[in-house]
């Protein structure tokens, strides 16, 4: 981990807090968690007093957020310099329900009962060789608002899915010095707004797709436009035996045969779209991965992976299709 000039004794840096003795506190802190793969603070502390020193830190009113974003996230500015990154960012969910009695300010996770708060790294890879080269932001917010009948019609800016947007805003603070980047997060990030704010020069966008959108013109749907996609290419692929799970088929283990497809579209702003600066129409690439009907198991489904992206694919000899 980088650390500034101004600390050198300090292995662990959690974050600048105005106070040697916090940031001293809070590099054994770091320190004990890593070694000791533990949380709990009376394990942490070794015995009373170290217990209670941590407690004094965390509670204390200068050990701030931003302060711990930062110290976490400090270091990526330098390493992700002239590369070429993927900045990957989902939802962790953090459930404290075993320990709600005394907590206070948490909202709930997605059971909606259980106590909690919602966690989204953005974790920043090396595109070529896959080293892990540290946070480009970490955003964390807690879900105290039930669902509400105006919530469709809102500004995306009061929506949770612009939680999406604002990870990637701080992230890209963060990854200026980076020669390029690209933004890949999971099919709930497929959202119109996001689309349309990237890329610029050096930023793409790399999703799977989640929604089946309409397209620039006719009355042909995004979803089976790609199923139409000419077969640009195939490989095998050793597919694992999985138990379904959240909407998810079950999979028994054989060799599947994978035929891959891509083209441009077109798709059209949605009517909920509630980003006033956003376009009425955007060209984005696509690209259909789905097994062959001959390697599917009986009364199984074909393996599917839709995918849609800002970067540029070399022409496909297929017509594109516009749309949404």
């Known amino acids: 981990m980088l650390i500034p000039p101004a600390l050198p004794n300090l292995d662990y840096y959690i974050?600048?807090?105005?106070?040697?003795?916090?940031?001293?506190?809070?590099?054994?802190?770091?320190?004990?968690?890593?070694?000791?793969?533990?949380?709990?603070?009376?394990?942490?502390?070794?015995?009373?007093a170290g217990e209670v020193r941590f407690g004094r830190f965390l509670n204390n009113d200068a050990v701030k957020l931003q302060a711990l974003e930062d110290g976490v996230c400090l270091g990526v500015m330098d390493r992700v310099a002239a590369r070429s990154v993927l900045a990957l960012q989902d939802t962790t969910e953090l459930n404290d329900q075993a320990h709600a009695r005394g907590q206070r300010g948490f909202g709930t996770v997605g059971n909606g009962s259980d106590l909690g708060r919602f966690l989204r790294p953005v974790w920043v890879v090396d595109a070529e060789d896959g080293v892990c080269l540290g946070l480009g932001s970490v955003h964390q917010w807690n879900r105290t608002e039930s669902a509400q009948p105006d919530y469709p019609t809102r500004p995306i800016e009061e929506k949770e899915s612009y939680r999406w947007i604002k990870a990637a805003q701080a992230a890209q603070v963060r990854l200026a010095a980076a020669a390029h980047v690209t933004y890949d997060s999971d099919r709930d990030s497929d959202i119109y707004a996001l689309w349309s704010r990237w890329p610029d020069a050096r930023t793409d966008v790399l999703l799977r797709v989640c929604r089946d959108r309409g397209l620039a013109t006719g009355t042909e749907r995004l979803l089976a436009a790609m199923d139409r996609l000419p077969v640009a290419g195939a490989y095998a692929l050793d597919v694992p035996a999985t138990r379904g799970a959240k909407g998810h088929p079950s999979r028994s283990a054989h060799r599947a045969l994978i035929h891959v497809g891509y083209g441009q579209v077109v798709i059209r702003r949605p009517r909920k779209c509630t980003d006033p600066h956003a376009p009425e129409t955007l060209s984005l690439q696509v690209i259909e991965v789905r097994e062959d009907a001959s390697t599917v198991p009986p009364g199984e489904a074909a393996v599917p992976?839709?995918?849609?992206?800002?970067?540029?694919?070399?022409?496909?000899?297929?017509?594109?299709?516009?749309?949404?």
């Open 15 to 48: 974050g600048a807090f105005g106070d040697a003795r916090l940031q001293k506190t809070g590099s054994l802190l770091v320190e004990r968690i890593i070694t000791q793969q533990t949380i709990g603070l009376r394990r942490l502390g070794a015995d009373r």
């Open 305 to 324: 992976w839709r995918l849609m992206t800002t970067h540029r694919i070399p022409p496909n000899p297929s017509p594109s299709w516009r749309g949404e």
